[in-house]
């Protein structure tokens, strides 16, 4: 259970990798970076940082995949799917960042910001929605 008493768990589009939240999330934002669209698929990644103390993986170890260059974010997915999971500093860091699509419960939080919105691609808008646009990443102090 988070902090609010809410469990939340999540997992791969095969089923064969499922973790659970224990502690609530930090912050959550739109990622529009290349290496984020890229490993998603999508115009940007819906992403929540929670720390590495409340990650628990249920399941799947073996399933999954990590990529992760040099200066950047680990990259984490099924190996089985294909299902982009999460990635961030796992799993050695102090944060994980899990992608809200795979997300089975209502995360308590909705995304605050977009980064790298320099990055948004040609064929796609940044939608008018009001929040804070950050042309790389936020300042240390963006929750």
Same mark, same amino acid.
């Given at each position: 259970?988070? *902090? %609010?008493?809410?469990? $939340? @768990? ?9 973790? !659970?939240? #224990?502690?609530?999330? +930090? @912050?959550? #934002?739109?990622? %529009?970076? =290349? +290496?984020? @669209?890229? %490993? ?26 990590? &990529?992760? !260059?040099?200066?950047?974010? *680990?990259?984490?997915?099924?190996? +089985?799917?294909?299902? =982009? ?11 994980? =960042? $899990? +992608? ?7 995360? /308590? $939080? /909705?995304? =605050? &910001?977009?980064?790298?919105?320099? !990055? ?12 804070? @646009? &950050? ?9």
């Amino acid at each position: 259970m988070t *902090a %609010h008493g809410h469990q $939340i @768990r999540g997992g791969c589009l095969c089923g064969g990798v499922r973790y !659970e939240l #224990n502690a609530p999330f +930090r @912050r959550a #934002n739109f990622c %529009h970076c =290349s +290496r984020c @669209r890229k %490993h998603s698929g999508a115009a940007a990644l819906a992403q929540g940082r929670v720390p590495a103390s409340g990650f628990v993986l249920l399941q799947g170890r073996e399933l999954l995949v990590s &990529y992760t !260059e040099a200066g950047h974010m *680990a990259k984490v997915f099924c190996g +089985r799917c294909g299902s =982009s999971l999460f990635g961030g500093t796992w799993p050695d860091g102090p944060e994980v =960042s $899990i +992608r809200l699509g795979t997300l089975d419960d209502d995360p /308590r $939080i /909705r995304p =605050s &910001y977009h980064s790298f919105a320099d !990055e948004v691609p040609a064929w796609d808008t940044l939608a008018a929605d009001g929040l804070p @646009r &950050y042309p790389r990443r936020p300042p240390r102090d963006v929750a």
